[in-house]
Each structure stands twice: as C-alpha cells, then as structure tokens.
C-alpha cells in the first residue's frame, strides 16, 4: 500500500513546540523553524567555490561549512536519525555521502551539485524518488505471517534470556512471566543487540565474556 499522502506533512520539534517541515520556498521564507541567519546562509551558500578537502570530515562538519550549526540540529540531524538511526556528527562525509562530497569537489555549492545530479538524472531518464510503500497494517504484517507459518508453540514472547551454559547440547536458562525455565538445545543463534550479548552470562560461574560489547555505540 503506498503511504497516504496527509503522512508527507512533517514536524519537528523546537522550544517544545512541533513545527512542519517547509515544502516550498514560500513556506520556507516563513518557517519560524530556521532563524534570519539560516535561511540567509542557504540561499548564498550557491555562491561556495569548490574545494578539495585534504582529508575526509564528518557529515555535520560538511554541512556546517556551508550552512550553519541551527540546520545541522534542526534539519540534518532529525533526517539522519529518523532514515539512517545516525549521528551526523560521526558519520564519513566521503564514505556515507559521496554524492554531497562530490558536489563540493565539483560544484562548490552543495546544492548546486545536487541539483546538478538532478537535472543529470532525468536526462538519463532515470525516475525520482521511489514512493513509500508497506503493508496496510504495517510491517507487523510480515512477522506476524512468518509467525503463523511456524508450529505451534515455536515461539515464546515476553521471555528473558539469562544465561547459557555452552556444551553439547546447550543449556539455557530464562524467566517468562515472572516463571524460571530451563531447556536443552543443540543449536543457539543469538540475533540480540549488543547491549544485551554484553550483559548476557556463559557458564556455571555466570562470566560475561562478551561484555566489551558495550561499549559500541548504538542509536537509540
């Protein structure tokens, strides 16, 4: 099903208010979103000259050369967190987004060069963006029939792992609904986040020996 067209309008969120994304340039000029010297910075950033970076820089950093630091927290940052669960301010610039580390390499301007891409892309008959689509009921639908593929009583929900003692077979031990279970398994795949294998104990002596898992940063 393609995405209702009411769910194109967006909002973010500044001084605890939710403010709609600017459509258009008329929009734009009247966003209180942006401030004077924001929207000032855009319309000259088509002036940048091009400039060849000796080394690579994050993408907030790129951004914030030619704009300012208020597009980078209210512009960049929420479509970097909401498409990509990034953080601007460690991703590559060169390597994440080579077609904006381009664009300043031959353009100067980022956006410039964007629409530079753009008018080179329909020249080769290429489509724009693809529509948004999912399920009615959204992606909840494919699990749910993958679930329903399944026999009975394969899967068990609300249940917490607590530790697994490696051998042949592999015992493991969990809580479900405030009840302690333990069971035997020949095979174990563990598809957690790596928080969870960090805190995750091995063994009678309840180790942890994938605890520097924790120190990789995830995105909320």
């Not at 000032?40 to 400039?51: K, P, Q, W």
């Not at 994440?96 to 008959?125: D, I, Q, T, V, Y």
């Amino acid at each position: 099903q393609i995405a209702n067209t009411v769910a194109k309008k967006r909002f973010i969120v500044r001084g605890g208010k939710f403010v709609p994304v600017p459509m258009s340039p008329l929009s734009f000029f009247r966003t209180p979103l942006f401030s004077f010297r924001t929207k000032c910075a855009i319309f000259s950033e088509v002036f940048s000259r091009a400039r060849v970076r000796p080394t690579d820089v994050s993408l907030a950093e790129l951004v914030r050369s030619h704009f300012t630091q208020e597009l980078v927290d209210y512009a960049l940052n929420p479509l970097i967190a909401g498409i990509y669960a990034g953080d601007p301010e460690k991703l590559s610039a060169r390597h994440a987004f080579p077609a904006l580390w381009e664009a300043e390499r031959s353009h100067g301007s980022l956006l410039r060069g964007m629409l530079a891409n753009a008018k080179a892309k329909k020249a080769r008959g290429e489509s724009g963006a693809a529509p948004i689509v999912s399920f009615k009921g959204g992606l909840q639908t494919l699990t749910d029939t993958l679930a329903a593929k399944l026999p009975a009583g394969a899967i068990h929900l609300n249940a917490t792992l607590e530790s697994i003692q490696s051998g042949r077979p592999h015992r493991l031990n969990w809580q479900q609904l405030g009840a302690a279970h333990t069971a035997e398994f020949d095979l174990v795949l563990l598809a957690l986040p790596a928080t969870s294998l960090a805190q995750l104990s091995f063994g009678p002596a309840t180790a942890r020996p994938l605890a520097l898992l924790s120190e990789i940063t995830q995105p909320p």
